[in-house]
């Protein structure tokens, strides 16, 4: 069984940084593709970036690619995500997954475990 904890989120104006982390108990980090996934009200969730760590392989949504960057540090057994020039359209709540899985899945069906959830509120 795999914990997931978030945070870093909050509320931050247009142009701004924001860095999410991702906390994980369990298994360490180089078992698992990791996912940054994000949500708004009537919209179904999306993947905002990813990263296969035994594969050494990341990939970022053309959205957010150049201004979000995925990391991980496997002795912290922590994911973050580095938000820079935030746009009022990346408002959402923001989850972290991960999944034991071939390749980096683009979709939620592919991770089996998630955090709570940590709101990102980008004012323009």
């Known amino acids: 069984q795999v914990q997931l904890v978030e945070s870093g989120g909050g509320l931050v104006q247009a142009g701004g940084s924001l860095r999410l982390s991702c906390a994980a108990s369990g298994r360490t980090f180089r078992s698992y593709v990791m996912g940054w996934f994000r949500q708004t009200p009537g919209k179904e969730r999306e993947i905002v970036a990813g990263m296969n760590w035994s594969a050494s392989r990341t990939w970022s949504a053309d959205s957010v690619k150049g201004r979000f960057t995925i990391s991980g540090d496997n002795a912290k057994n922590t994911v973050y995500m580095q938000m820079d020039s935030l746009k009022h359209e990346d408002t959402a709540v923001y989850y972290c997954?991960?999944?034991?899985?071939?390749?980096?899945?683009?979709?939620?069906?592919?991770?089996?475990?998630w955090g709570q959830g940590t709101q990102v509120t980008v004012s323009s």
């Open positions: 997954a991960a999944g034991i899985r071939i390749g980096l899945p683009l979709t939620s069906q592919g991770y089996d475990y």
